[in-house]
């Protein structure tokens, strides 16, 4: 047993103006999961605290909160591993307390709006009186078998920074749909998700590859690994287009190709044109005078350049 405080997030859209904090001192077994705390913390102090709950087994997704910051599914998260990250003071709020409704449940309108836009589902012409199954392959069916496991549970979305400040971005929750269903071979939609996606200002081209929603899923699915292949499709199916995300691609590869490193300089004009060089120089004369960027003319080439291209040749799905 061990004592530990608890800050918990309250908040009742009905009667608050403003969320507070409630205070609670537990003593907690090592055995104790994030679901059981919430659980006593209702039965024994206060009844009126509220919360989503279900299964129990990582299943559906509803008990999804915040521990210190870090999105979570309270029945996965034992408390002990917690305390060893973030000390004996564990602050518990909702996945988004912008959203929230009532303590830790949140109107979740955004999540499933976003959701909705990739049509994440299999779109298909199906026979009315079909005479053999639609087989996949063990193959086919290994390319969206991990994308498969998402639970909808909002983790990753209400992690990732990039839908924290804009809140056009679909997110990575829904992209990773919008990839399971473009990888399955007998989906007919592939073009038309890809039309959603390819926006700029909320398409995949807004992903700024932190890696949060990697590292937040509870299921393990890798969201970013997923955009990176609806990037590819884009080039695969003719739909990129000439705009600033497109080039920065295409130049961040044709920089590596050429030097073996990345010339940040080169990029921005290739990605941004002329006056965004010129209005970038105040940023390229603080970086020059930290050495992170040199002139055009003294651009150095790696020792391993030819070694490089050969890897930028392997590793391309698609030739831009």
Not at 56 to 63: E, L, N
Not at 176 to 204: H, P
Not at 230 to 238: A, M
Not at 299 to 304: A, I, L, R, T
Request: some cysteine; glycine content about 6%.
């Amino acid at each position: 047993m061990r004592d530990i405080t608890f800050k918990i997030f309250r908040f009742d859209k009905k009667t608050d103006y403003l969320p507070h904090y409630d205070t609670i001192k537990m003593k907690v077994n090592d055995d104790e999961l994030v679901l059981d705390i919430m659980n006593r913390i209702k039965w024994e102090h206060d009844g009126s605290f509220s919360y989503r709950r279900s299964c129990r087994h990582g299943i559906c997704g509803s008990c999804a909160v915040k521990v210190n910051g870090k999105g979570t599914l309270a029945c996965k998260d034992r408390v002990s591993d917690l305390i060893k990250i973030f000390g004996d003071e564990l602050i518990i709020e909702p996945q988004d307390i912008k959203r929230a409704y009532k303590d830790m449940i949140i109107d979740k309108k955004n999540f499933w709006s976003k959701y909705n836009d990739v049509q994440p589902y299999l779109v298909t012409k199906v026979d009315e009186f079909p005479t053999k199954e639609n087989i996949v392959t063990i193959e086919q069916n290994e390319k969206i078998d991990e994308a498969d496991y998402c639970i909808q549970c909002g983790v990753c979305f209400y992690s990732c920074p990039a839908v924290e400040v804009n809140e056009d971005y679909l997110g990575p929750a829904a992209l990773t749909k919008a990839w399971r269903f473009n990888a399955d071979v007998r989906d007919d939609a592939k073009e038309q998700r890809l039309d959603t996606i390819n926006d700029m200002g909320s398409g995949i081209w807004d992903c700024v590859k932190c890696n949060e929603c990697a590292e937040a899923c509870p299921k393990e699915i890798d969201p970013i690994g997923k955009i990176t292949k609806l990037h590819n499709q884009v080039f695969e199916y003719g739909k990129a287009k000439n705009n600033v995300a497109v080039r920065h691609a295409v130049g961040f590869k044709w920089s590596i190709k050429k030097h073996g490193l990345l010339d940040e300089g080169e990029l921005v004009k290739y990605s941004e044109g002329i006056p965004a060089v010129i209005k970038h120089i105040p940023e390229a004369i603080a970086m020059f005078k930290k050495g992170k960027i040199v002139m055009p003319w003294n651009m150095p080439k790696s020792k391993n350049l030819d070694e490089i291209k050969k890897l930028v040749e392997i590793s391309s799905t698609q030739k831009f």
